[in-house]
Every structure is written in C-alpha cells, then in structure tokens.
C-alpha cells in the first residue's frame, strides 16, 4: 500500500510540474497579416501572459472599431524599455503587427509609434 502512495504521489507531482509547460501557447497569427492599426487606447493591461491593449480605430468610412493588441510577457516588454505607464487610456498610438489567421481583430504587436512619434519595439527586433 505505501508503494502505491508513493507511485500515485510521484504521477501527481510529475502531472503537476508539465501542466504550466503546456499552459504556454503560441499566437494563432498570419504571418502574413502584417497589419497597422491608428488608434486610442481604451484599456492597457498590464499582466502576464500578454499586456494588452483595446483600441478605438476609426475605419475609412467613418464606423468605429474595437482592436485588441498586445505584446510578450511582462519581461520581455520591460527589457525593450516598457513599462506599465508608458501607454495609458485616451493615447493615440499606431501598433504594427500580425493580425490573427482567423481574421479576429487580434494583433500579437511588432511594435508601437506613440503620439510623439517615438517607436517602441516589442519583440527586441
């Protein structure tokens, strides 16, 4: 009986430790679908696995519509000088990425033009 213990005890650690590896997904993204988008920010979250961004973008005629980009994790933004301030609701910033196979109005960002014009890169390219 204590051998069981230990195998199913050994099975439930080893279950337990890949479970976060297989947590960790790529963006279903067209590379193919490099697209931009102008737009305010509406809401920037700043967390793991991804920061976000929602923005407003006005289309060519006239309607408005609601883009959703973002970034790697928190890290890897920080080491290309990102910070949880350096975007904020009601900023106009122009995002440059790749656009979600599946045509969603997603966008894993390459980088970002702030409203000063200054050029953020996001995956250190």
């Not at 009986?1 to 430790?17: D, E, G, P, R, W």
């Not at 106009?92 to 014009?117: C, N, S």
Request: proline share 5%.
């Amino acid at each position: 009986m204590k051998a069981l213990c230990v195998a199913v005890l050994v099975m439930l650690t080893l279950f337990s430790a890949a479970v976060p590896l297989s947590a960790h997904h790529s963006w279903p993204v067209s590379f193919d679908r490099l697209v931009t988008v102008k737009g305010t920010v509406t809401e920037f979250r700043w967390a793991n696995p991804h920061p976000m961004m929602t923005l407003e973008v006005q289309t060519n005629d006239g309607r408005m519509e609601r883009w959703t980009v973002g970034g790697p994790a928190i890290t890897r933004m920080e080491a290309n000088g990102w910070t949880k301030t350096t975007v904020k609701p009601g900023d106009v910033i122009t995002g440059i990425g790749y656009q979600f196979a599946d045509g969603q109005k997603i966008v894993r960002l390459e980088r970002i033009i702030l409203a000063d014009g200054k050029e953020l890169r996001l995956y250190g390219r």
